[in-house]
């Protein structure tokens, strides 16, 4: 049997083994009951390719029970011989069959201190929790200091360390530092915001610096009392490559719909969906994530 982007098509008693060109420094999973060892290229499958991720996706799929796996660079690769028509069907799936999808949530706390007139303190801690890493996915803790510059206009910079989770264990961490450059106004009844921020990332699982690009808008609309909807787009633009995957282009977006609630003077909720979207590099499909997100947030 072999599963290609999603679709999975069963070879008949005669199949006979055919050699197809993969990239070299594929992860592969070898299959102990066919005459040749069939090699399943886990990009096809997932868009995490080499990640602890995508080989637990890979070996949980159903009807597989992988012997080895094993990271192996060749320029070719055995897949079972089937009939042109079933053939074509596998090569040419359609994208959303080969996307990769997770399921989270996403608990964020923050503070906000003010530091005289026109300056003020951020403090931020999310937990996100996902099925793809049975359990805790990635734990972020950030502090941001920016500045009214004017009215409407405020730029700042900060620290965030991000640290991700496979199965309860770390699995690697970020520091990143950022400049902020924010601005803000209303249009009619609507407040709109917009920022840009400049990541520098340093990772543990390698030694270049990599840089990123992340514009954000967003809307917040009154409806009733102490209740807003909000809107935002956030993209991720990656600047460079480095030595631990980063490769320069159009990542990622987020997209967030919900509901605001004003509580207090001092304590306001925000929740909703949100829909993070990252694009597949390197033959490597999409990936979605669906995320039911929850924030908390303290002015003092």
Same mark, same amino acid.
């Given at each position: ?54 080989? #637990? ?60 007139? #026109? ?42 360390? *991000? ?20 601005? *803000? ?67 990622? $977006? ?33 990936? $979605? ?12």
């Amino acid at each position: 049997m072999w599963i290609a982007q999603g679709i999975r098509i069963i070879a008949p008693m005669d199949a006979q083994p055919a050699c197809l060109p993969l990239a070299e420094g594929s992860t592969l999973l070898r299959y102990p009951d066919c005459t040749e060892s069939t090699n399943v290229l886990q990009q096809v499958v997932t868009g995490r390719t080499g990640s602890d991720k995508s080989a #637990r996706a890979l070996a949980q799929a159903p009807g597989i029970t992988p012997a080895t796996m094993a990271t192996t660079d060749i320029k070719g690769a055995c897949l079972m011989r089937y009939s042109p028509f079933v053939l074509s069907i596998a090569l040419v799936a359609t994208p959303a069959w080969a996307r990769d999808e997770d399921q989270q949530l996403w608990l964020k706390g923050a503070v906000s201190v003010g530091l005289g007139d #026109r300056m003020k303190l951020d403090l931020d801690a999310e937990n996100r929790f996902g099925n793809d890493s049975n359990g805790l996915d990635e734990v972020e803790l950030g502090s941001m200091v920016t500045y009214a510059a004017a009215k409407g206009v405020a730029i700042g910079g900060g620290y965030v360390r *991000s640290i991700d989770y496979m199965d309860g264990d770390v699995s690697r961490t970020e520091d990143r530092l950022r400049v902020h450059f924010g601005v *803000s106004g209303t249009v009619g009844p609507a407040k709109l915001s917009g920022r840009v921020r400049l990541e520098h990332r340093q990772r543990s699982d390698g030694d270049d610096a990599g840089f990123r690009l992340r514009p954000q808008i967003k809307a917040t609309l009154p409806v009733d009392g102490p209740f807003s909807l909000v809107a935002s787009h956030e993209s991720f633009i990656l600047l460079n490559d480095t030595d631990w995957g980063q490769r320069s282009g159009y990542q990622r $977006m987020r997209n967030f719909a919900g509901v605001a609630w004003r509580a207090s003077e001092r304590w306001s909720v925000e929740a909703g969906y949100m829909n993070q979207y990252d694009f597949g590099r390197n033959r490597a499909p999409d990936a $979605m994530t669906n995320a039911l997100s929850v924030s908390v947030l303290l002015n003092l």
